[in-house]
């Protein structure tokens, strides 16, 4: 973790091997960690700084996003061509979706 206003290191969480993309949930409570060479997402809980759960996910995870509720994450498996669904209240993947192409990046929007 880093001091924004100092630019300084203040905490180091311990993730999987090449974290690579960072989600925070809408209330500020969890944080997660895409490990591309894991296949996993850590999931941190940033009151603590700790982990509390390593999510296994498809090949090269890379984006994450979470949904606006918490409820649910997506993440962006590159080398399987797929997206991961997760299931937050679970800590667990519900579904694996094949693109036919190498996503890198998410983003959700809620409409108004």
Excluded: Q, W
Aim: proline share 6%.
């Amino acid at each position: 973790m880093v001091n924004l206003e100092t630019g300084k290191t203040i905490n180091r969480i311990p993730v999987g091997n090449v974290p690579i993309g960072v989600s925070v949930s809408g209330d500020g409570n969890i944080i997660l960690v895409s490990n591309k060479l894991s296949y996993n997402v850590t999931v941190i809980d940033s009151v603590s700084k700790e982990p509390v759960a390593n999510i296994p996910v498809g090949a090269y995870p890379i984006g994450i996003a979470m949904s606006h509720d918490g409820k649910r994450a997506y993440g962006c498996n590159y080398n399987e061509k797929s997206l991961s669904i997760i299931d937050m209240g679970a800590f667990k993947e519900r579904e694996r979706i094949i693109t036919n192409y190498t996503p890198t990046s998410i983003a959700i929007y809620t409409l108004p």
